[in-house]
């Protein structure tokens, strides 16, 4: 089985719902996702090319205003992007490393 991430040198920080994490740079925001919880993400319903839209997030990048809607299969992680809002998909994916504020049930 290969690597499912791009090659990496360091983490960089971001936060979802105000918690930070650690994730890996040069890797799409859904990868980072799926380093986050390896267990959940690679069986949610993504396809993984901009497609099916499960993916969606809302996120603050560090040098914008007003946070922006976006693809997280597409975009690629930033250092202090702060991710607002996700997807009922992601949420279910994600639900056991999110404040519990944020879970969902399916």
């Known amino acids: 089985m290969s690597e499912p991430f791009r090659p990496y040198e360091r983490l960089v920080e971001i936060t979802i719902f105000g918690k930070k994490f650690q994730v890996p740079e040069k890797n799409s925001v ?17 396809c993984w090319n901009q497609d099916c839209q499960y993916c969606r997030i809302m ?9 922006r809607e976006m693809l997280s299969c597409k975009f690629i992680v930033m250092p202090g992007m702060a991710i607002t809002d996700i997807s009922q998909e992601l949420k279910w994916c994600l639900r056991a490393k999110l404040p519990t ?5 399916r």
């Open 30 to 46: 859904l990868r980072c996702f799926q380093y986050i919880s390896p267990e959940t993400v690679p069986y949610g319903r993504f």
């Open 101 to 105: 504020a944020s879970a969902v049930s």
């Open 59 to 67: 996120c603050q990048l560090p040098d914008d205003d007003q946070p």
